[in-house]
């Protein structure tokens, strides 16, 4: 069974991106861990209309965004396959102007800082490929 899930990927101007931390609750996958902000693609919805709920929900943030990524990944179960929908944006706001509505914490990492992190869902490569390419873009190579 293929389920569809939404992240994103939301950097501010200094080239680091936004990162939660999940409950730490020994009922939730990767208890603890640092993820980014998504979720699950409801039926009624279209990955892009996910995300935008997602993001309010979460920490209470709109923004444009464009799709960067879309892959499949394990789900946690043999059965499952997820379709991971990876959008990007800026965000323009501190982390004290961001609602915490779900995890613990919320953090702005540089590349650096996500390889010293517990990263959920094997994010941790796919954000160093992102800013990889970003720090590329922004140099003009």
Known sequence: MKVACVAAILWNAQGQVLLQQRDDSPDVAFAGCWTLPGGKVEDDE????????????????????????????PGGFES???????????IDVPISGLAVSEGQALRS???????????????DSLLREYLAGRA??????
């Open 46 to 73: 279209t990955p892009v209309d996910a995300i935008k709920r997602e993001l309010v929900e979460e920490i209470g943030f709109e923004t444009s965004l464009d799709l960067w990524r879309v892959y499949e990944r």
């Open 109 to 123: 990492c540089t590349v650096d800082e996500i390889g010293q992190l517990s990263i959920a869902y094997g994010f």
């Open 80 to 90: 499952i396959t997820v379709v991971q929908y990876v959008y990007t944006g800026q």
């Open 136 to 141: 590329a873009v922004d140099h003009g190579l």
